[in-house]
C-alpha cells in the first residue's frame, strides 16, 4: 500500500476460511493507517454462486476479494 501512487489500485484477495472477512478487512485497514492512506472502496465480492455460502458454517465464507483507490 505503501507503494501505490496517490490515486492508484490496490486489488487484495484471500481464499482461505481461516481468515473471517472481519478480519481480512481489519487487516486492510490496519495498512492503511500505517500507511497513512485512505482508502476508496471499488468492489468488494466473495465466491461465484456455485460455490455456496452458508449462513451457520462461517467457514464457507472462503473467499474475499476487495479493490481499494489508495487515495
Known amino acids: 500500500m505503501k507503494l ?16 473471517p ?5 481489519k487487516t486492510i485497514a490496519m495498512a492503511a493507517k500505517d500507511a497513512h492512506r485512505t482508502l476508496r472502496q ?10 455456496l455460502i452458508l449462513w451457520n ?5 472462503y473467499l474475499k476479494f476487495l479493490i481499494v483507490q489508495v487515495l
Open 4 to 19: 501505490t501512487k496517490p490515486g492508484g489500485f490496490l486489488v487484495t484477495a484471500s481464499c482461505t476460511n481461516l481468515v
Open 57 to 61: 458454517i462461517p467457514t464457507t465464507q
Open 21 to 25: 472477512p472481519e478480519m481480512f478487512l
Open 42 to 51: 471499488v468492489s468488494w465480492q466473495t465466491q461465484a454462486s456455485d460455490h
